[in-house]
């Protein structure tokens, strides 16, 4: 897109939330003055023979099932946005325990939102080219390169206080997988895919794409014919 179109339809965002962030720091937006022309998300996949656990926090979870990484490159940003590149340098420094905590450093957690698209996710790495400026030096325009880390994905349609509740597992469908199978593979049953799809508002289950992260229900949450092995 042209430095001096204006985006069609929705704009691309990225979001921070103090709620979600142990109350460290401000709320702020980073809009994108011209969509990226192209996103690259990538899914790592790990399989070994141990069995989910409910037991594992959210970065262990994320360790063992491999993470969605999302790739955007030559986002621009123009006159007074230029200052949005040194707002997303300060989202990419980790959060600090408390006094009197021991839990090291975490990553901040932002919304990547575009449309439909809401995942949540920690900057892995931002990269900043300057490439036009002022006759004093101050910078005027800005080409940005990004790379985000899923922390938890919303699927689209799933209301964030339902999908995620604590003790719900998530996995991200891979090629040739689906709802019955996952189900096959969580419970020892393929008869608990109505569950999967209602948590996660899913109306058509043999349409879910792959790479699409999908959350699981708790044992107390699914049909007695669900539950078996469980």
């Known amino acids: 897109m042209a430095p001096d179109a204006t985006p069609d339809g929705p704009t691309a965002a990225l979001t921070y939330s103090i709620t979600d962030n142990d109350g460290q720091g401000d709320d702020g937006k980073v809009t994108f003055q011209f969509n990226p022309s192209s996103i690259k998300i990538s899914q790592s996949a790990k399989f070994d023979n141990k069995p ?20 955007m490159g030559d986002l621009i940003f123009d006159g007074t946005h ?17 006094p009197g905590k021991n839990e090291g450093r975490r990553p901040k957690v932002v919304h990547f939102i575009w449309g439909p698209i809401d995942y949540r ?18 910078p005027t325009r800005a080409k940005v390169d990004l790379k985000l880390r899923t922390q938890v994905a919303l699927p689209t349609g799933t209301n964030p206080t339902s999908g995620g509740l604590v003790g719900r597992q998530a996995r991200v469908l891979v090629q040739g997988e689906n709802l019955q199978r996952l189900s096959q593979q969580t419970y020892n049953t393929p008869d608990a895919w109505r569950a999967i799809a209602d948590i996660n508002g899913i109306d058509d289950p043999l349409r879910v794409p792959t790479g699409a992260l999908i959350y699981l229900p708790n ?3 699914l049909p007695v014919g669900g539950r078996h092995g469980h």
Do not use: C, H, M
């Open 219 to 221: 044992a107390d949450e």
């Open 121 to 138: 996710v920690a900057l892995e790495s931002v990269a900043v080219a300057y490439v036009r400026f002022k006759e004093d030096g101050t």
């Open 82 to 98: 230029v200052g949005s590149a040194e707002t997303l340098f300060e989202w990419l420094r980790p959060l600090v325990s408390p």
């Open 52 to 71: 989910p656990s409910n037991k594992l926090g959210r970065e262990e979870q994320l360790k063992q099932d491999g993470a969605t990484t999302i790739d």
